[in-house]
Every structure is written in C-alpha cells, then in structure tokens.
C-alpha cells in the first residue's frame, strides 16, 4: 500500500479510520474492506494507542470503577470461566451480588487467564469517543472490547467472527494467525460453531495468510469469517479489539421482507389444516406467495425502505455522551453570540419541505420552511455562531438553537 498521507488529505477527513490503517483509506476500502486481512506497522500509523488505553487503565476498571457483568469475561484455552468464579457483592450499600472482584480477577489471571474487558465503547472515556468517530468514519456500528492475556497464553483457540474487526496492539507482543474464511462473510445468526469442524481443519492444514507477532502500534484488520487466533509472547499481552457491526445486502432483504406486511394480500391466512412441513402441501401455495412478493419487492419504494432502515441502524451506536446538567445550564443561558456545533456521532437528515423535516434515529423534529439554510448550516458539523445563522433575525435564530439544545441535536464548546 502506499505511504500515509500528509496532514491536511484523508488523515483529516477520516481521523480515527487513519489510525486503524496505513497507507491509502480509499485504496483499503475498494481492496480490502469486507475482502482481505491486512497488517499495519507502528510506523505507518499516526501514533500508538497509549492515549486510548493501557494497562493502567486495565487495573482500575478491575479495581475501582464497580465494573458488573456482562462487561467482563475470563477465559482460558477458549474454555469461558462462570461468572461466579469472580463476581460477588461489593459491601455495605453494593449488596449487588454480580459485581467484578478484583482478588478473584488477579489469582484467575495469574493462572494463566484472558481478560475481556467488554463494551469499552460505553465504559472507558477516550474509547467512547473514538468509537464515536470511528463509526462516522466508517458508516458502520462499532463496539469495542480489550483482550489482556498473561504471557505464553492463549485465551480462544481458532474461530471466526461474525463481524469485521481492527485489533490494536496496546500492550506487549502477541502472535497472530489469520486463515481464509471457511464460509465467506457470515451473519450475525451464523457463528463459527456451526461450521467448528472445517474450523478446526483449515487452522491446523492450510496455510494462514497473516502469520505475524503485533507490537504495540501495530494494527490487524481481519474481515468477519476469517479464522484467527493469537498468543501472548514474552510478556503481558493487551489489544483492542474493535469490531465493525457490518451492515449487509441481507439486511436490505430482511427490511424489504418487513416491508410485505403492509400488504393485504400477503397477510391473508393459509388453509383451513394447512401442515407447513408437508412439501406438497407447500407446493400448493408457495408460486401464489411468490408471485405476491415479486409484485411487492418491484413496487417498493427507497423512501420507505430508507424509514426503516433508519429507525433500524442509525441508533445502533449512541451520539457522543452529553453531560445534562451542563447541558441544561448551556440551554438556560443561550444568547446572541453562543457557539454551538452538532452533537458528534448523531446521525440526522433534512428533508426540504413544508415542514421542513429532520429526521433523527428515534423521531422528527418539524420546522418552517424559512429556517431551512440556518437549520442546514447548524447540522453541518461546523461551529455556528448564534446571531450569525442566514435567514433568521437574532430573535429567531435563539429560538431555533433554543430547540435544537432541547432537542440534543446541538451541543456547546463541543459536549
């Protein structure tokens, strides 16, 4: 791949995808996005991950943040341990019995045990925002987990997952072994289980495509259904694993599919002692059902594909936290002057129209038609001035930003 670019190209434009990957970002989307592994050295990349986590970080998550399950597993030669080898309750006032317990956390892991810390993206501050941009980077939902292994272990033998994911070298050294897929681009309802026996063969009797030792810097892209598997070296071994919630054509399908219960015909009964596991039977009303769907699927409209689709997955990851009760103080003491921005990682459309329509993950929020080039300017990502918006007197324009903070599309001085 060719050498990063300079400040000022891509590297901006898509800041945290830059720091999964090096080289050319169109170059990995048209060749290797969803298609092909790729390894990224320290060098190429912008700078190494300290700034997002650490082992430090690690021990207090364990020790001081009352961490519950599910957002920790422990496991050992790919066998997962109970929850009730290291949880309990925490004392007076924390009676709640599922709570991480740091003693138990520690002898696990001196035996020889993996730490998976989970849903990193909601718990941890720096991951939380870089997941937040990273899924605006990429367009698709992101969740992020950190493996921590002691030395000479492995915590999961070969496997695949259902979802594309970077691993980011935080901590020590790890070897990686990455194998061709034994069933290309899996879903989500399709794990490697189901296929464990061709799993367990192609990891042992073909050759891998990755067979590389991560330091920390380094970064691994393994598309979903590729097989992999890891052990920590010398030392304690820490990476993220950050995986992208792919979306597919299949979930066009299943919208479009959703979509057919809005026709009549398609929601009449079957007959009267109808068996649907008798293939004859079956063969009696499965052309009609057919020929019903044809006509539906050729008559159905992107706009009402897009509805669904965005109630579906623009929630699937959540904007960038938003601290109420500065919130609430940014909205009583809003003025002329005020700068505001939209809020990061949420997902919005203006609709021209009357009313003009922004539509949001979980509603719409209507405005006049004379507000369009203000409402357009302040959801435009950049900072925005009140007092400065077009087309609207000072008057107005507080009480549309007045709105829009209510609303938490906007937020100020970037919260």
Same mark, same amino acid.
Request: glycine residues 6%; contains cysteine.
């Given at each position: 791949? =060719?050498?990063?670019?300079?400040?000022?190209?891509?590297?901006?434009? #898509?800041?945290?995808?830059?720091?999964?990957?090096?080289? %050319?970002?169109?170059?990995?989307?048209?060749?290797?996005?969803? =298609?092909?592994?790729?390894?990224?050295?320290?060098?190429?990349?912008?700078?190494?991950?300290? %700034?997002?986590?650490?082992?430090?970080?690690?021990?207090?998550?364990?020790? &001081?943040?009352? !961490?519950?399950?599910? /957002?920790? &597993?422990?496991?050992?030669?790919?066998?997962?341990?109970?929850?009730?080898?290291?949880?309990?309750?925490?004392?007076?006032?924390?009676?709640?019995?599922?709570?991480?317990?740091?003693?138990?956390?520690?002898?696990?892991?001196?035996?020889?045990? *993996?730490?998976?810390?989970?849903?990193?993206?909601? $718990?941890?501050?720096? !991951?939380?925002?870089?997941?937040?941009?990273?899924?605006?980077?990429?367009?698709?939902?992101?969740?992020?987990?950190?493996?921590? *292994?002691?030395?000479?272990?492995?915590?999961?033998?070969?496997?695949?997952?259902?979802? %594309?994911? /970077?691993?980011?070298?935080?901590?020590?050294?790890?070897?990686?072994?990455?194998?061709? @897929?034994?069933?290309?681009?899996?879903?989500?309802?399709? @794990?490697? *289980?189901?296929?464990?026996?061709?799993?367990?063969?192609?990891?042992?009797?073909?050759?891998?495509?990755?067979?590389?030792v991560l330091r920390p810097g380094d970064a691994l892209y393994v598309p979903r259904g590729f097989l992999h598997s890891a052990k920590a070296l010398g030392g304690v071994s820490a990476h993220l694993t950050v995986g992208l919630h792919t979306m597919t054509r299949? +979930?066009?399908?299943?919208?479009?599919?959703?979509?057919?219960?809005?026709?009549?015909?398609?929601? $009449?009964?079957? @007959?009267?002692?109808?068996?649907?596991?008798?293939?004859?039977?079956?063969?009696?009303?499965?052309?009609?059902?057919?020929? +019903?769907?044809?006509?539906?699927?050729?008559?159905?409209? $992107?706009?009402a594909l897009a509805e669904r689709l965005r109630r579906r997955t623009w929630s699937s990851n959540r904007p960038a936290p938003l601290a109420p009760l500065a919130h609430a103080a940014a909205i009583a003491s809003l003025a002329v002057g005020t700068t505001v921005?939209?809020?990061?990682?949420?997902?919005?459309?203006?609709?021209?129209?009357?009313?003009?329509?922004?539509?949001?993950?979980?509603?719409?929020?209507?405005?006049?038609?004379?507000?369009?080039?203000?409402?357009?300017?302040?959801? =435009?990502?950049?900072?925005?001035?009140?007092?400065?918006? @077009?087309?609207?007197?000072?008057?107005?324009?507080?009480?549309?930003? #007045? &709105?829009?903070?209510?609303?938490?599309?906007?937020? $100020?001085?970037?919260?």
């Amino acid at each position: 791949m =060719s050498p990063v670019p300079e400040a000022g190209s891509l590297r901006d434009e #898509r800041p945290a995808l830059r720091r999964c990957v090096a080289g %050319d970002l169109d170059e990995f989307a048209t060749s290797y996005w969803g =298609s092909r592994a790729l390894l990224s050295h320290a060098p190429g990349l912008p700078a190494p991950y300290d %700034d997002l986590f650490s082992l430090d970080v690690v021990d207090e998550l364990l020790s &001081r943040r009352g !961490l519950r399950t599910p /957002f920790l &597993r422990i496991a050992k030669n790919g066998s997962v341990v109970g929850d009730n080898q290291f949880t309990g309750p925490a004392g007076a006032g924390a009676e709640i019995a599922d709570q991480v317990r740091d003693d138990k956390v520690a002898a696990l892991f001196a035996n020889g045990h *993996t730490v998976v810390l989970q849903a990193l993206h909601r $718990t941890w501050p720096a !991951l939380v925002d870089f997941s937040t941009q990273l899924a605006a980077d990429v367009g698709h939902p992101v969740q992020i987990n950190a493996y921590i *292994t002691p030395p000479e272990s492995q915590g999961f033998a070969a496997h695949y997952d259902v979802h %594309d994911v /970077f691993v980011l070298q935080v901590a020590g050294e790890k070897h990686w072994t990455v194998h061709e @897929p034994v069933y290309v681009d899996p879903l989500r309802n399709q @794990p490697w *289980t189901d296929h464990a026996r061709a799993v367990e063969a192609a990891a042992r009797d073909t050759a891998p495509v990755i067979d590389e030792v991560l330091r920390p810097g380094d970064a691994l892209y393994v598309p979903r259904g590729f097989l992999h598997s890891a052990k920590a070296l010398g030392g304690v071994s820490a990476h993220l694993t950050v995986g992208l919630h792919t979306m597919t054509r299949y +979930l066009l399908v299943q919208e479009l599919a959703a979509l057919a219960a809005n026709q009549a015909s398609l929601r $009449t009964a079957l @007959p009267l002692g109808f068996d649907p596991g008798d293939p004859e039977q079956l063969a009696r009303v499965l052309p009609e059902v057919v020929e +019903l769907f044809t006509q539906h699927l050729q008559s159905a409209t $992107t706009d009402a594909l897009a509805e669904r689709l965005r109630r579906r997955t623009w929630s699937s990851n959540r904007p960038a936290p938003l601290a109420p009760l500065a919130h609430a103080a940014a909205i009583a003491s809003l003025a002329v002057g005020t700068t505001v921005r939209l809020r990061a990682g949420l997902r919005c459309r203006l609709v021209p129209g009357d009313p003009l329509v922004l539509q949001l993950p979980d509603r719409t929020i209507t405005f006049p038609p004379s507000t369009k080039a203000a409402v357009e300017q302040l959801i =435009s990502g950049a900072d925005c001035k009140v007092g400065e918006l @077009p087309g609207l007197d000072d008057s107005d324009q507080l009480v549309l930003v #007045r &709105r829009l903070l209510t609303e938490a599309v906007l937020v $100020t001085d970037h919260r």
